[in-house]
């Protein structure tokens, strides 16, 4: 049976295999906008692609059932793992699942959101502390730790988020320290001020609440300048990221097929190769 708009007409092919695609696969995210911001550019691009005309209706938009498993900062670039179709019933599990990162800090200066884009509220001197040191402290940061959340950040209080409450000059407690996981975590690159992490870590850790933690362990302060998801899960940055000029259907199609198969354990991409229309999208972020 031929896949329908949502207005009534009957859509042409490539919508047809635009409403099948169901499964987990990664885009890139670049430096500025939010994950939603991307989410929403490539939903866009699909349903302008398959001559679904929404002309700026939400509803008809919401033919396409599409969410992203793990927010990135909008200064934040790398891997957003996207599930289309059931497939975003898989995002709850990314969400909890292991991601690397590199991310560079800038020692001697403390903002208020703990990277570039906030305010300075700290400024320190930071001569005394030697690659050994950041080397050193940075065993204290491995393992099962405890770590306190940044204000900005994507968590919520009463249904909004903490960030939003934040801006809008409300007075917002910090949320008490809770168990996180970090795999691996070693140093790059050491430039006086700035230093460069290799993180692995489990789902809900900040790793701006890293930088800083290290600053204030080293007896200064600190702040990170950039982040990279390099890894989520299976999709790596390199193999698996689509950049926007990919955001095709036949190029997801093809990404389906593969990224699918990188789930041991998940149903078979089979079990998720057809999808019906008209149901709502969804969208999944770290709480």
């Given at each position: 049976m031929a896949a329908r708009e949502a207005g009534g007409g009957v859509a042409g092919r490539a919508a047809q295999k635009l409403f099948s695609l169901s499964g987990l696969f990664a885009v890139y995210?670049?430096?500025?906008?939010?994950?939603?911001?991307?989410?929403?550019?490539?939903?866009?691009?699909?349903?302008?692609?398959?001559?679904?005309?929404?002309?700026?209706?939400?509803?008809?938009?919401?033919?396409?059932?599409?969410?992203?498993?793990?927010t990135l900062d909008s200064a934040a670039t790398g891997v957003l793992v996207v599930g289309i179709g059931k497939g975003t019933k898989l995002l709850k599990t990314m969400l909890a699942g292991s991601k690397k990162y590199t991310a560079?800090?800038?020692?001697?200066?403390?903002?208020?959101?703990?990277?570039?884009?906030?305010?300075?509220?700290?400024?320190?001197?930071?001569?005394?502390?030697?690659?050994?040191?950041?080397?050193?402290?940075?065993?204290?940061?491995?393992?099962?730790?405890?770590?306190?959340?940044?204000?900005?950040?994507?968590?919520?209080?009463?249904?909004?988020?903490?960030?939003?409450?934040v801006k809008r000059g409300e007075a917002v407690e910090a949320k008490p320290a809770r168990p996180v996981r970090v795999y691996s975590l070693s140093l790059q690159q050491f430039q006086p001020p700035l230093f460069t992490l290799d993180v692995e870590c489990g789902g809900g850790f900040y790793v701006r609440s890293l930088v800083s933690d290290i600053g204030k362990e080293l007896s200064t302060c600190a702040s990170m300048q950039e982040l990279t998801r390099t890894k989520h899960?299976?999709?790596?940055?390199?193999?698996?990221?689509?950049?926007?000029?990919?955001?095709?259907?036949?190029?997801?199609?093809?990404?389906?097929?593969?990224?699918?198969?990188?789930?041991?354990?998940?149903?078979?991409?089979?079990?998720?190769?057809?999808?019906?229309?008209?149901?709502?999208?969804?969208?999944?972020e770290d709480k």
């Open positions: 995210k670049p430096k500025g906008p939010t994950s939603a911001a991307v989410l929403n550019l490539l939903k866009e691009k699909l349903l302008a692609e398959a001559g679904v005309q929404t002309n700026g209706n939400k509803r008809k938009s919401q033919v396409l059932k599409i969410g992203h498993g793990g560079i800090g800038l020692l001697g200066k403390a903002t208020d959101t703990l990277d570039a884009t906030g305010k300075i509220t700290e400024e320190k001197p930071y001569d005394q502390v030697t690659k050994t040191d950041l080397e050193n402290v940075l065993q204290k940061f491995t393992g099962d730790i405890m770590q306190v959340p940044p204000l900005y950040s994507a968590l919520k209080k009463d249904g909004e988020r903490l960030s939003t409450l899960g299976p999709f790596t940055l390199e193999e698996h990221a689509l950049h926007e000029d990919k955001w095709t259907i036949d190029e997801i199609a093809r990404s389906l097929e593969h990224c699918m198969s990188l789930l041991p354990g998940e149903p078979s991409h089979k079990k998720f190769k057809t999808e019906h229309p008209g149901e709502t999208a969804v969208s999944c």
